[in-house]
């Protein structure tokens, strides 16, 4: 047990060396944690996997500086990602709580008319709205488009 000690360090006095061996065996274990949470955690983007991403980062951190125990802080990091598998499992299965998690796609724009409440519900203005379809569709005018949907992960889409 002497020689984890001597490698990991104890407490908030953590040489280079010790912070350094941590922030190896942290890399290795949010690599782990990542993958039980999923691959959508990386490929959706949306506000629920962000959320995942961004927490796991703020707490494991605390174990690469010694701010908390090493032990408790990745064990409470496997249960966020549990946690977030099981979620992402249930949203699978219930409509609904996909879209409490998720949120839902929205149409902002289709065959010549703009959706104003949803444009409003987006926080987008019609210069947002015109400049998607500029890069995403690399079209200048919205009524050279069918549709433009801004989908729950928050990217827009443009069908030509």
Known sequence: ???IYAIFGQGKDLTTVQMSARAVAIYFIAL???RISGRRTFGKRSSFD????????AVLS???VGASAFIP??????????MHRGLAMLTIANKKLAELVDGKARILYKDGEINKNSLRA????R???????RVKANKSKL???KEVHLESTGEVSVIK
């Open 1 to 3: 047990m002497d020689i």
């Open 32 to 34: 782990v944690l990542i």
């Open 50 to 57: 962000n959320t995942i991403v961004i927490i796991l980062g």
């Open 62 to 64: 605390r174990a690469v």
């Open 73 to 82: 802080t990745v064990v409470c990091s496997l249960v966020l990602a549990v």
């Open 122 to 125: 987006a926080l987008m203005s």
């Open 127 to 133: 210069d947002d709205l015109e400049a998607d379809v």
């Open 143 to 145: 009524n050279e488009v």
